[in-house]
């Protein structure tokens, strides 16, 4: 009895079991579905450009078509052209990591962006340094890229559009660094195993830090333009027409004291003739200018030298500091003009002698700039330069012809409300206009080359920027942080003033794609916002606003 | 496919694995969510008789045969529910069976298109889900029911430093297929054409502005599953309700569509807004739900 019981017992209790299990098996199975399903939810990751926020070091810049701007933190250039209805057409091109600089070229057709990449670079996948360039159309589209060998930040662009150079700049920091090291990049022709062409310069101990590319010179073996570049205490020339060829460097330090060039100026004398051309370099608290005659290689040495060419330095002592250079005509010939404010005299210097006379001005003047192309010469083709001051409530016309007893013609001063602290052009057809903007930002002036009038225009905030329109019909002006933006009729000088909705960081009038004009302020919030207006009739009413356009258009 | 669907997949296998096999030494099993109005007729059989497996699984019509096929139950144990009968204990009755089945659960979509970046900082999306379903063909042990969903969900995430959300309302209609090879168990099969309203916002503080993107587009889920009786409430043979724990894996494709932004304006705005264009999204992708329904 006791025996079938307990068989019994066994019985029900592993039947339970099996019950049991039985029971638990789809319980399982439910729960470990549900289970790891859930731990499934927080896998996976997004882009990381989606966590990067809008950095302050977003660039902005006009080209032809479009507004460009280049924003770091997503590693492209957002290029925005404007279709007839004043609605964008938004363009996104990558650039690269680690964003270095970025720069349009003169006549804003093509934007050049360099960039390091990554920094260091680890693994296969890791960008290298690099140059884009973009087409400022009203198509934008990137049409060249060169790689870098190194990841540098200084960039300087010919102003004929031709070259790029790629220097060291103070921000970068490398472990070893030579400060002399340039890479030129013909932007003409592609990539190639000769193009970017890094050189290194012969240096006396300093680096480089400005760029001048000439015109066309006349110069003993053939017109050719040449690279000026200023270091801390020298300059150096390039070829550009071989850049493969070792430069010349002329040391201007020959004693204790460096001197620091701290501009140039260039003349290609007569056009027929090939050894007159000049270079002018300006120094730093020094008296005296060095100009460099650029002459043929002395005969005998053409087989030790690479070069055609080679500069001869003059010392041409100007009686003072000079603020600025210039090259002029006069009746009596090519001059080096040089402004000395210090003594209130324009010294007019004979570089083929370095005999120089004075020009006395009556008030002290910083700036010169010709302005023959637009005024007309005098009689003998003389030149007629424009004066002006950051300093002083004056500007001066100086005929550059010679009266007798006096180097020049005449010294027509005019005076104005405030100083000028500087001067901008004004495209054709207003070639004749330029714009004169006071220290304080708020007093403008535009001023008329061929009746030598100046307008005075005001505005009721101050850090108020002026922007000449590409087509020369108007200029558009507003303040930083100000809402409000002006268009200045240059015919009529009639102001139209607009509100927008935001302040303003930057304004560019560029070109639609039906051939009109459209203005494109951009709005420094957020993720940036854009208003469009029609630049030739700006309404509120047909105005059109983006909003938050970098956290799109990828 | 790739790497991202690794996880989802590992997932579907674990629980496919574990679901025990059907034995057709199980008694019958207990009506599913589905029900029919034929197996009623089966139901009013005497309370103390219960079906033989093989009568269960052949689905008897008529009561007069479902009356012939009697067993005594002597001591009966609710705790067992073993592959054979215990000496002496009688068979369940097969339970009434529901028509109509509720549920309220949670559905969680992997999506991995880059569009859903700006929304989510990872790839799963969840819903709540609210689910109908009326078993209009009830066999033994396969049905056939016709449901609807809505299924409701946000993510929200920063993108470039602005607050975005994503919201997407999913109407679906459903045709499911079950079989339920032990009491407590029914596994399914689902297909769920649906229409998908989706909306972006994105909130740009210092513009003051939150820019909108409201589009539709089609989504089809295939999806499969098991369902779990925890319980029910009334008489064993006739539950007034049942409760159950659902979970289903499966894929849903969804079509792609732009998201153009710009403010939301009302009629008195007098300004003209532009569109911001985010990334296209296909919200498609794994998809798990999990559920707790009700069937009456």
Known sequence: MSAARTRDAMLATSTRFRALRTALAPSLAVTSLAVTSLATFGCGVREEVWSRPVGASVALMGLRGAAAIVDPEAERALLFPVERDLTLAPVSIPIGRGFAAAKTTRDREQLIVLSRGDVPRRTAGDQGPSMV????????????????????????????????????????????????????????????????????LRSFGGRPKSFTFTEPLSLPGGSRRLLVVETD???????????????????????????????????????????????AVRLKDDPNVIVLDLLPTPAGEESASPHSFRPTPNIVYVGGTPTDLAFVRTDGGLRLAALVPSRGVLTLVDPATGIGSDVELGAPYERISIVTDVVGGTTNGSDVALLWSGSSANIAFVQLGVTVGKPYKSVEPLELAQPVSAVLDVPAPNSHLKILAAPDGRSFVVLNLLSRTAAPILASEGGTRVTPAPDGARAWMFALSSSSVALLDLESLHPKNIVLSYPIQDVFDVERRDGGRALIAVHPLGALGLTVLDAKSPSLETAIEYIAVLVGEF | MNRRHAPLLATALLGLLSISRPSLAQPAAEPTLSATTDSREAATAPASAVLDQSDALTAPKSPAVAAAVVATRSAPDPAIDSTEPAPGTARKERPVPHLIATEIGLRMTYIVHEGFDPYAEKNGYGQVSLAGAYTFWQGTPISVAAGAEWNFGVARAEARGDATALTIHRLAASLQVRYAPVRRLSMFAKLAPAALHIRGDIEDIELSQTLEARTWTWALDATGGAALLLGSA????????????SVELGYSFAGEVEMMYRPDSDEDEVRHFGDVRLPNIRPSGFLNRFAFGVSF
């Open chain 1, 133 to 200: 360039v973009i087409g400022g159309g009203t198509s934008p589209v990137a049409t060249a890229r060169y790689t870098l060998s190194d990841p540098l930040s200084g960039l300087s662009i010919d102003p004929a559009s031709t070259f790029a150079v790629v220097y060291p700049s103070a921000s970068d920091s490398s472990f070893v660094q030579n400060p002399n090291e340039l890479v030129l990049i013909d932007l003409t022709k592609p990539g190639g195993p000769e193009n970017p062409l890094p050189t290194s």
């Open chain 1, 233 to 279: 205490r020298d300059v150096a020339l390039l070829d550009l027409s071989e850049p493969a060829k070792p430069e010349i460097t002329v040391k201007l330090t020959g004693g204790p004291q460096a001197l620091e060039p701290v501009g140039v100026t260039v003349s290609d004398g007569e056009p027929e003739v090939d050894d007159d051309a000049r270079i």
């Open chain 2, 234 to 245: 009334g008489r064993d043979d006739r539950p007034s309700a049942s409760f159950w724990f």
